[in-house]
């Protein structure tokens, strides 16, 4: 079993409707929780992070944790197609580096 | 903002060059990475330093050396490239958090490798 699993996707969803990324992680001793944005050929940019059970928001990203479940999300609203973009799941194992998921690929329709 | 940058964005050498990939960072981190990321592989980790001359294996060092003379600067070696290291090689930073793990990590633009 993978440390950070996500689905590769593609996920497409159409312009103005809600995106739902989705990210499971192993460890249970899992503190911080990373997202980050990767356009094609371009390198990561973090979008946001969470350490706390429940919703963190910042604009038109909510960022989910549920540490019982093992289970983080990320919810983009009002979806426009500059937000096609592979996203990254990261995850704080306890060891000095993240663990990455290998990321979903949005697609967002105009 | 926080400031990574690379050497090189693109980069083409011959099977058994020496090559040296450089990563400068501007925000005091102390800990410092090397990952490649290939097409359904995703990030994986080379290196990572958390100090000064200070280093440990990542998930994937094969093929690989490091050097980390100060602080802001973190040296990616392929001792002899091969083509099998052709790929996208990025560099990042972050504090350490003070009970193991990192904060969140920032990276540089990458640097695209191709080994003929």
């Known amino acids: 079993q993978k440390e950070v699993e996500q689905n590769s996707g593609p996920l497409s969803v159409p312009e103005g409707a809600i995106a739902s990324l989705n990210c499971t992680y192993s460890?249970?001793?899992?503190?911080?929780f990373f997202w980050y944005r990767q356009y094609s050929g371009k390198s990561p940019e973090l979008i946001m992070f969470?350490?706390?059970?429940g919703d963190k928001e910042d604009g038109r990203f909510t960022a989910q944790l549920n540490k019982a479940s093992q289970y983080v999300s990320l919810l983009i609203r009002d979806s426009q197609p500059s937000d096609s973009a592979t996203y990254l799941c990261?995850?704080?194992?306890?060891?000095?580096?993240?663990?990455f998921g290998s990321g979903t690929r949005l697609q967002v329709q105009p | 903002d926080v400031k990574v940058t690379q050497s090189s964005r693109y980069l083409v050498k011959r099977t058994g060059e020496k090559v040296f990939l450089e990563c400068v960072q501007d925000?005091?981190?102390?800990?410092m990475f090397w990952y490649r990321q290939d097409p359904g592989l995703g990030l994986r980790l080379i290196y990572f330093?958390?100090?000064?001359?200070?280093?440990e294996k990542g998930d994937i060092p094969e093929g690989y050396s490091v050097s980390r003379e100060k602080k802001e600067r973190f040296s990616l070696i392929l001792e002899s490239a091969s083509t099998n290291q052709t790929s996208m090689y990025l560099c990042?930073?972050?504090?350490?958090?003070?009970?193991?793990?990192?904060?969140?990590?920032?990276f540089g633009p990458g640097t695209r490798l191709t080994v003929t």
């Open positions: 990042a930073s972050s504090f350490p958090l003070t009970a193991g793990g990192s904060y969140e990590q920032y």
């Open positions: 330093s958390y100090d000064v001359k200070m280093k």
């Open positions: 460890d249970r001793g899992s503190q911080s």
């Open positions: 925000m005091d981190h102390e800990n």
């Open positions: 969470i350490y706390s059970n």
């Open positions: 990261a995850v704080n194992t306890g060891r000095r580096a993240l663990t």
